[in-house]
């Protein structure tokens, strides 16, 4: 590398510098101050070697009439002036000013070896559905079922010794209480996707119970009930909200998560910032804007736009995205869908994993129609990793768990040498309102919840109590433990995570297999299969039907007779989407309280 350097006492000063290879042990630059050659150690490829060509570059400073100075770096046969001015911005904007020396270290690299390896990001973690009270009646049964299925399972549990005994010494077991949010470690629920909530408050004999809860598994119509243990409040409500709040982000939202954009009366900005072509040399220009008036509505919108051009090699322009503050984790959906006015052109997304600069970027195309609003939806699963326009065969699988930044581009090339058949130069314009993660149709339930029949009961007018279940007639008695019920169903309704609220009737140790009856508006009595409930609760993980619905269920068989099976030729296992299809959303029993709940 030689570099020349002309120092004038002129208001405007030229620095020739002739980089011929890598020969960047003999370092020699211009000193003078007023002519440093500024670059970033983190660019796609460094300025002073455009598309990996060697080049003669000008640097002009002019020192203006305000004492300011204007660079502009122009090249040799017959380039277009590169605004360098420009280019430093870009730098500021993304990273902050590097340092010389960080420079040329990073130049000595690009130069003298092969391209730096891709980061590589772990593997996605296995679905796993997270099993709260597993050591109980309905929650065992649950943890067992789940695996004879193959189905990854976690438990939360508060005693670990006894839940090794119950359910195996190799169980995928974390020790936490849900009526304590500090016990509920985030790390505690990495990979896990569904939730089967079957924990309850405790509820025993007055005067005591055998070893093996004899008393208790006939059910609470058999003896004098007590609670046992941590109160109603505690783990029906309180619990309720601290294991929505710990699984919540790893669950997702029904109507999905909002990255960016305007949203009714919500709004949400990222930090987005021109990343053009100029830093390859090039001279396209784009900026992100907020149009007070553009939007769908006649609201306001994000607007992303340009003029693009293919001089000095360039021809493509972006905005990007500052890293996020923190990782944004978006395992729970399965893509991101845009709100746009399309102009006909096809763009892309650029979902980046790491924190660095230049690294892979999973990347995937897209088209708009003209002069329409639409909704696009890029699926996770259709992003490439790609790394300076080329895939990456090698690069582990996107991890939704870790995005780090977005950035949206209008590009004259595809990959792996492909043009951009829709690519145009001149100026373009794409308002964008909105960005969201979005989880695919159909959409099954994420968080199952064993509640209990009766909880709208104790405040409902003109009920006779007397021919009500012993929960209901006790409800104060019992410390509110239906009232509690209920505002804990109601948490879960108001989450917006996909749900299912299960409100079985009396509790039994019978076989699973009799007929049942669903029902809605929390009006029957009756009794019902522990084990059919946790099948029931298993099924439902995957049906599109038990979506965002609460409903009561018993069997047809009274108390006064007992439920058998011949273990040798069991009933069928039933088809819940027959009783779930029939189900309707948004009934919970609430409808027929005609006065303000019990104040507790």
């Known amino acids: 590398m030689e570099a020349f350097c002309t120092t004038q006492s002129s208001s405007a000063s030229t620095s020739l510098l002739n980089f011929q290879g890598p020969e960047l042990a003999r370092r020699k630059f211009c000193k003078n101050s007023s002519h440093t050659i500024l670059a970033s150690p983190t660019l796609p490829k460094p300025f002073l070697q455009i598309y990996g060509r060697p080049q003669t570059l000008i640097y002009t400073s002019t020192r203006l009439s305000s004492g300011t100075h204007r660079a502009a770096i122009s090249a040799e046969a017959g380039r277009q002036n590169w605004d360098f001015g420009r280019f430093v911005k870009t730098l500021y904007f993304f990273n902050g000013f590097p340092s010389p020396a960080k420079f040329f ?32 009646g ?34 995928d077991l974390v020790v936490g209480d849900i009526t304590k949010d500090s016990t509920l470690i985030p790390e505690y629920f990495k990979g896990v996707k569904k939730v089967i909530n079957a924990a309850s408050v405790i509820v025993g004999p007055k005067e005591g119970d055998t070893p093996d809860r004899a008393k208790y598994s006939q059910g609470v119509k058999f003896f004098e009930p007590e609670i046992k243990g941590d109160s109603p409040e505690k783990v029906e409500y309180l619990g309720m909200r601290n294991l929505i709040k710990a699984v919540k982000d790893n669950l997702g939202l029904r109507r999905g998560r909002l990255l960016f954009g305007f949203e009714g009366n919500n709004y949400r ?6 990343l053009d ?19 769908e509505n006649g609201g306001p919108t994000g607007v992303f736009k340009g003029v693009v051009s293919t001089t000095n090699n360039g021809g493509f322009t972006s905005i990007r995205t500052k ?13 991101l869908e845009f709100r746009l006015k399309g102009d006909g052109r096809r763009y892309k997304i650029i979902v980046r994993t790491s924190s660095d600069w230049d ?23 259709s992003l490439r990793p790609v790394f300076r326009a080329r ?4 690069a582990p699988p996107f991890d939704p768990s870790i995005v780090a930044s977005l950035q949206l581009m209008f590009s004259k090339f595809e990959y792996d040498g492909k043009l951009n058949e829709t690519f145009v130069e001149g100026p373009f314009e794409l308002p964008v309102s909105s960005i969201r993660a979005y989880i695919k149709d159909p959409i099954t339930p994420r968080f199952v919840h064993v509640s209990s029949a009766g909880v709208t009961r104790p405040e409902r007018p003109g009920l006779d109590l007397s021919k009500q279940p012993p929960a209901v007639r006790l409800n104060k008695e019992l410390d509110f433990i239906l009232t509690f019920k209920l505002k804990g169903e109601d948490l879960l309704r108001e989450s917006g995570i996909p749900y299912l609220i299960v409100r079985p009737c009396a509790l039994t140790e019978e076989p699973a297999g009799a007929d049942l009856i669903f029902d809605q508006g929390d009006n029957i009595t009756g009794k019902i299969s522990r084990e059919e409930i946790a099948r029931m609760c298993v099924a439902a993980l995957d049906s599109p039907y038990a979506c965002d619905k609460t409903f009561e269920v018993k069997s047809v068989i009274p108390f006064s007779e007992p439920f058998t099976v011949d273990p040798a030729n069991p009933p069928p296992e039933k088809d819940y989407d027959i009783y779930f299809k029939n189900l309707k959303e948004g009934i919970t029993g609430k409808e027929a309280l005609q006065q303000d709940p019990v104040s507790v």
């Open 105 to 136: 270290d990073f130049l000595a690299e690009k130069l003298s070896g092969p391209s730096p390896s891709v980061m590589v990001n772990s593997m996605r973690t296995s679905d796993i559905v997270l099993v709260a009270g597993a050591t109980g």
């Open 359 to 381: 690294t892979v970027g999973y990347t995937s195309g897209f088209d708009t129609e003209k002069g329409k609003w639409q909704s696009i939806q890029v699926p996770f699963s």
């Open 391 to 394: 895939t990456v065969s090698d």
């Open 277 to 295: 072509d100029v830093v390859m040399g090039g001279v396209s220009e784009s900026t992100y804007q907020i149009d007070p008036s553009g939007g």
């Open 138 to 171: 309905v929650g065992r049964r649950v943890v067992d079922i789940l695996r004879k299925k193959g189905i990854p399972v976690r438990v939360l549990v508060r005693n670990e010794e006894k839940a090794r005994r119950m359910l195996g010494s190799d169980v």
């Open 269 to 274: 900005q990222l930090p987005w910032g021109a």
């Open 323 to 335: 890293n996020f503050s923190e990782p944004e984790n978006l395992s729970a959906y399965d893509g």
